[in-house]
């Protein structure tokens, strides 16, 4: 199972762009990595996934670079809402549920 | 609304009782899961149903019990409640036993379970 590192915690302000990085070095050949947002008292909501690259859709942005050990969630222009914790997860894409680890994730505060 | 309704949101309970919880979803999806969040956020798959058939079962107490009528519907019941089972229990669900990998889980709101 490909384990993943992530920081604790992390602050920022409205308006600016928060990048997370997000460490897993030992992703094999079929892990995608995706990550996922949680606001208090929610479930976990799925937001991005991607193999290589650049993905982009209307929540962020995944930088992957060319030897995927690490990833990076880009949330442009942050506001209050986007408090909340983020985990990265690897897994290869037909991998059952009990190899989808969920780590503890990053605690992303935004102030006024 | 299409979504993953779990009930209660909050239970409190003292120790020794039996409880359930209840979920649902209406988004079709043939797989359904029971996870637990302790208080670090570390988020932990309990069990996993396809179609009404238990496919993941890990490492959990046999205090815990899940219990799928239809496939749309994934209850938990817990035995002889410990205080260490207090934490926050999530429902999710997916389009297939794979699916969560490829197009993400769907979670409930949660229920956050107090043993006193």
């Not at chain 2, 609304?1 to 979803?25: F, H, R, W």
Request: net charge positive; charged share 20%.
């Amino acid at each position: 199972l490909a384990k993943t590192t992530q920081p604790i915690s992390m602050d920022s302000y409205e308006g600016q762009e928060v990048n997370i990085t997000c460490s897993h070095n030992n992703i094999a050949t079929n892990d995608y990595i995706t990550w996922y947002q949680q606001f208090p008292s929610q479930g976990p909501r799925f937001i991005i996934q991607g193999y290589k690259t650049k993905v982009t859709n209307e929540v962020a942005s995944l930088f992957i670079p060319a030897d995927r050990k690490s990833s990076t969630l880009s949330l442009p222009r942050v506001s209050l809402s986007d408090t909340a914790v983020y985990y990265c997860l690897v897994g290869a894409r037909y991998s059952s549920a009990s190899k989808i680890i969920f780590g503890s994730g990053t605690r992303l505060s935004i102030r006024p | 609304d299409t979504a993953v309704s779990q009930t209660p949101k909050y239970l409190v309970t003292q120790m020794g009782n039996d409880k359930s919880i209840k979920c649902e979803q209406n988004l079709g999806h043939d797989t359904m899961y029971w996870y637990k969040q302790d208080s670090k956020k570390f988020l932990k798959i309990m069990f996993s149903y396809n179609n009404k058939e238990l496919i993941i079962n890990e490492t959990v107490p046999n205090r815990f019990s899940p219990k799928s009528p239809d496939k749309a519907h994934l209850n938990l019941h817990i035995n002889s409640l410990e205080l260490g089972d207090s934490a926050v229990y999530f429902c999710a669900s997916s389009v297939e036993t794979t699916g969560g990998a490829r197009y993400g889980y769907t979670f409930g709101s949660g229920t956050r379970l107090t043993v006193v």
